[in-house]
């Protein structure tokens, strides 16, 4: 079987997948804060007893604590389970659950956005970190989705802009080759938190 789950935004979301990919169990909550103290009952509850032999992670861009959060869990119990791990872009599985061509948009703090397009699924940009008219400029999709959805349409004055979260129950409408990323963070700007310069 396969977990797969997901806490870089403000929902803490798993799923569990059978051998042929078909998704058997699933939980999505939008918590905002206390992915820590939720995330390891939310997969308890939906493994019942059951172990995985793959663990697939959200790896962001999101939340740094989030991000952590998830990766933190997935190695401790692919180590427990002796089970293979890998990383999933969050932003992609975002964008699985709406399929065709999407814009996906998260707010990503100091008022700026993560933002990537896709289409069927598969990234047709780069991930960037912008503040909003720049992202606005730098994505053309009519359909804008995530956190940051209505501040990039308000910049653009175009599109549709629909709230969503991702959901671990998409994890295996990633194409192929956006599911063995390495089980890493990836934060897209740099940390808010710097090193103390020595006088």
Avoid at 1 to 21: K, V
Avoid at 138 to 160: F, K, P, W, Y
Avoid at 168 to 181: G, I, T, Y
Wanted: proline share 6%; aromatic share 4%; charged share 20%.
């Amino acid at each position: 079987m396969i977990l797969a789950f997901d806490t870089s935004t403000a929902a803490c979301t798993a799923a569990l997948f059978d051998g042929s990919g078909e998704c058997i169990a699933h939980r999505d909550e939008l918590i905002g804060r206390g992915h820590a103290e939720r995330l390891v009952p939310m997969i308890a509850e939906l493994l019942d007893g059951r172990s995985a032999d793959r663990v697939l992670v959200g790896v962001g861009p999101g939340s740094f604590t989030g991000i952590r959060v998830a990766i933190a869990a997935a190695h401790g119990l692919a180590i427990g389970w002796n089970a293979k791990l890998a990383g999933m872009s969050s932003l992609a599985l975002l964008a699985a659950g709406a399929g065709g061509d999407v814009a996906v948009a998260l707010s990503g703090g100091h008022g700026e956005l993560f933002v990537q397009q896709f289409r069927n699924g598969a990234p047709s940009s780069e991930l960037r970190n912008l503040a909003p008219p720049a992202a606005a400029a730098a994505t053309d999709a009519r359909l804008v989705i995530g956190s940051g959805a209505r501040q990039l349409v308000d910049a653009r004055g175009s599109g549709e802009a629909r709230e969503a979260w991702p959901s671990a129950a998409n994890a295996m409408k990633l194409p192929e080759a956006l599911r063995p990323l390495p089980p890493k963070p990836v934060y897209a700007r740099a940390p808010d938190a710097r090193a103390k310069q020595a006088a």
